[in-house]
């Protein structure tokens, strides 16, 4: 029996090891499958962007934070700029930094980027999908487990974050799903994902959740479930993020060293910064104290930058309201056109 | 709980630790940890339907036991026929009501009558057809006298839901299984090394040939009417690559994981993509089914007894039988009465038991007449997994037609990517057939087992993909 078991940790290792050079050597090869990996929703929304590119000088990117609450119609309106929301649910770094570097806007007309700035945070139960476990390698991987390590933190969800990185990372290099570089390089395998149509409601530019809802499409029930989760509690969950903010208020902890984190964005950013492209930061309200903490920092270490924070409650009083939301985290389209005018017109004072 | 799932991935270890480690003392602990786990991974998928794996073995083995002391025939038989109508009533309300309630009405209707009949709103438990046959060979034997009524309910608690092949068999005789549960177990070095290496052949059918097929084969037989002559052979053969895929990779990590407990299930596949003609065929595919048609069914029908008219008739029973086994639809009876149809010349002919040996025994290459046999057998099991396949007989019909007549055979080449993992599962295979599944590669170096382990765990996991399906089996 110890024979045998000795013999499985044994040969065990050897397998994994050979997966894992195995795999590491693939990923060394040159190819750009981003298409493959990445959801088709996101990939659409780049390759419209590329059809109408020549007419839009401003872009949003980020999360559903910013698919569902900025609306480019009300934002045009005000701003008299030409704009397109490219976030998407669940794009968050470093994933939404991967979208701005293969949406190549260095050759583009824009002038403008709004990026939503967000924590290095793991989507639920999806975070061991495709997108992430191939947003992750080894230099991303050291600053996920510094990004881990912030004070700011709780045990817990520092723990959390070093399982998840570790688990993405250890997903990717163990060879999970590696053949698909493969196929794809040698067949040019088919795409058989859902979504991959361009027309689709979720491939294009913003949608509120309430014409989501109305729409029926394949999120109909999970969207209904939040929404009603939310409204049945709505005061607990809008207190959650006032007294974030107020306990913020009270006793901010300064962290002093910028983190490998922000210095990653920095140098995302700077190619765009360097041609004349200008980069605003967006914090999306309500964020959890932990969240909130970290941003506020983040907000300070990115000085050169203008940061648009609505994580206030006191200050956005209106969008921290039970008729501006929609579930706990998102707006409804009211929540959404209130936010977007705000944001509208904090960039026209800052821009004249 | 799926064999390739995180949670099995945990569930195995723990199982295995308790049943060597904590509970090697007592057998009747071992068994009872049995029953508990089987439960357990059966519940994982929805533990509602646990009630009628253990109404099912309560009612088999109470019948078992008053079998031994009741002697009136009569009144055995009174019993025989209570686990009969217990066990078929459950496989026929939850699989089969809806399908007669459908076709009854589609009956009156061709005849101008609508008739308004109520179908059930309920779910086939995962599994059902497997258990079912297992507990009824149980009763069929003990009333025959072929087997002695088991005396422990947990021996027989754990026989009739024995985890690794409880929901996709092989389904075993109790004859083989029941008394492996009273035999004290001694951890069996060989035995468990060989079967971690069946799982792994098992897992290597399943994620890298079953469910890479399986993503072409969706796209191709969904839009059908759009596809080539080419495409849809292209289809037909991943179909036939799928289901022996996904099927005889279950039995695969099924048999491996009993070895590990000590158990040895029966062989299921013995390489039937290598048959010479159909009856070689069904000697080598779902084996642990044909020959329980053949036990319980065919042979008490007469089997071949009563002269030719008694043997077509009763092939075409166990064979139109076996399909309807599949799923309650026409599509399967089809399958199954093509395949009848496959066979009676063979049987007319008296040539069904010509090839009982290894294609190409002793050698290493086919002769040019064996290759001609397998190919025009593997062919005829194409075209009935088109019956197989389809949601309908008319789609079935519908897709038959435009791959024979459509006339481009062109192929996009990027539907080949599973063509290189099934050269390499057929190539292995094929050097591999007189052992009972290719990783019994004992007599090759150290090093050279070694790189064939990491090879195909390699090609295991580079296949692992968010669009790995279910077993196919797990709705039989």
Not at chain 1, 13 to 27: E, G, K, Q
Not at chain 2, 44 to 73: E, Q
Not at chain 2, 242 to 268: E, P, R, V
Request: aromatic fraction near 18%; charge should be negative; charged fraction near 20%.
């Amino acid at each position: 029996m110890k024979e045998f078991i000795k013999e499985i940790f044994i040969k065990g290792a050897i397998v994994l090891l050979f997966c894992i050079s195995t795999s590491a050597l693939i990923y060394q090869l040159d190819f750009d499958h981003y298409d493959f990996y990445e959801l088709p929703e996101v990939v659409n929304r780049k390759n419209n962007f590329n059809q109408f590119e020549n007419n839009i000088n401003t872009v949003f990117i980020g999360s559903s934070r910013i698919f569902r609450h900025i609306d480019p119609e009300v934002f045009d309106s005000i701003t008299g700029l030409s704009s397109y929301n490219l976030g998407y649910a669940g794009l968050f770094p470093f994933r939404s930094y991967d979208f701005l570097e293969k949406l190549a806007i260095e050759d583009t007309q824009i002038k403008n980027i709004f990026i939503e700035l967000a924590p290095l945070a793991l989507l639920g139960q999806n975070f061991n999908t495709e997108p992430f476990i191939h947003s992750i390698d080894l230099k991303k991987f050291s600053i996920a487990l510094s990004f881990s390590n912030n004070e700011v933190y709780t045990k817990q969800e520092q723990l959390k974050y070093t399982l998840g990185y570790s688990m993405l990372f250890f997903y990717k290099y163990s060879g999970l799903g590696v053949s698909k570089y493969l196929n794809q390089t040698i067949f040019k395998t088919a795409d058989f994902r859902e979504n991959r149509d361009s027309d689709n409601i979720y491939t294009q530019g913003y949608l509120s959740l309430d014409d989501d809802l109305k729409s029926h499409g394949s999120d109909y029930q999970n969207l209904q479930v939040r929404r009603d989760e939310f409204h049945g509690n709505s005061q607990k969950w809008l207190n959650l993020y006032r007294s974030a903010n107020e306990s913020y208020l009270k006793d901010p902890v300064t962290m002093i060293q910028k983190d490998d984190f922000t210095e990653y964005i920095e140098n995302v950013v700077d190619s765009l910064v360097k041609r004349g492209i200008k980069v605003h930061f967006i914090i999306s309200p309500r964020q959890v104290k932990s969240d909130l903490y970290y941003l506020r920092n983040q907000k300070k270490w990115l000085e050169d930058y203008k940061v648009y924070d609505f994580s206030d409650a006191n200050e956005y009083a209106t969008i921290f309201t039970e008729s501006a939301s929609f579930d706990r985290v998102h707006l409804n389209e009211d929540g959404a056109e209130e936010l977007t005018e705000i944001l509208a017109n904090l960039y026209i004072q800052n821009n004249n | 709980m799926l064999f390739n799932s995180i949670e099995f991935l945990v569930f195995l270890p723990i199982t295995f630790v308790l049943y060597w480690f904590m509970l090697n003392k007592d057998l009747r602990l071992q068994n009872l940890l049995v029953v508990v786990a089987s439960y357990i991974f059966y519940g994982w998928w929805d533990w509602r339907f646990l009630s009628l794996i253990f109404i099912s073995s309560a009612v088999d083995y109470s019948i078992g036991r008053k079998l031994a002391s009741v002697t009136k025939p009569k009144a055995r038989k009174y019993l025989l026929w209570l686990s009969l109508a217990l066990n078929l009533g459950f496989l026929g309300v939850f699989k089969y009501f809806n399908f007669f309630v459908d076709s009854l009405k589609d009956a009156f209707h061709v005849f101008g009558a609508d008739i308004e009949l109520t179908t059930l709103n309920i779910v086939l438990p995962v599994g059902i057809s497997f258990y079912t046959f297992q507990t009824l060979s149980y009763t069929i034997d003990v009333y025959k006298g072929n087997l002695k009524p088991s005396d422990d309910p947990v021996e027989f608690f754990a026989f009739v839901s024995f985890f690794p092949q409880l929901v996709a068999g092989p389904i075993e005789r109790a004859t083989n299984l029941l008394g492996q549960f009273s035999e004290p177990r001694v951890f069996d070095y060989h035995k468990a090394k060989d079967g971690v290496r069946q799982i792994i052949w098992g897992f290597f059918k399943k994620i890298a040939i079953a469910d890479t097929c399986a993503v072409f084969v969706n796209d191709i037989f969904g839009s059908y009417a759009d596809q080539s002559s080419g495409m849809l052979l292209l289809g037909a053969f991943y179909f036939a690559f799928q289901i022996y895929g996904d099927f005889s990779g279950y039995s695969d990590i099924a048999i491996g994981t009993a070895k590990l407990f000590g158990f040895d299930l029966m062989t299921n596949f013995r390489y039937p993509y290598f048959s010479r003609d159909i009856a070689e065929f069904w000697r080598r595919w779902h084996i642990s089914l044909s020959t329980w048609f053949r036990d319980y069914l065919y042979i008490p029908l007469g089997g071949s007894r009563g002269g030719r008219s008694s043997a077509v008739r009763n092939t075409f029973i166990i064979f139109i039988v076996s399909g309807f086994w599949h799923g309650a639809n026409w599509t399967f009876i089809v399958w199954g009465a093509l395949n009848a149809i496959y066979f009676l010349p063979l049987l007319l002919s008296n040539r069904n038991r010509r090839n009982l040996d290894n294609v190409a025994n002793g050698s290493l290459w086919p002769s040019f007449g064996e290759v001609r046999q397998i190919i025009v057998t593997f062919l005829l099991t194409l075209l009935a997994w088109v019956f197989f396949r389809s949601p309908d007989i008319s789609n079935s019909f519908e897709y038959l037609r435009i791959l024979v007549f459509s006339g481009s055979w062109l192929v996009e080449f990027s539907y080949l990517s599973s063509v290189p993992m099934i050269l390499i599962m057929v190539g292995l295979e094929w050097i591999q057939r007189e052992k009972t599944h290719p990783m019994q590669i004992e007599k090759l170096s150290s090093i050279a087992r070694l790189s064939v382990y990491c090879l195909i765990v390699f090609l295991t996991i580079a296949h692992v993909s968010s669009t790995n399906q279910e077993f196919i089996y797990f709705q039989f």
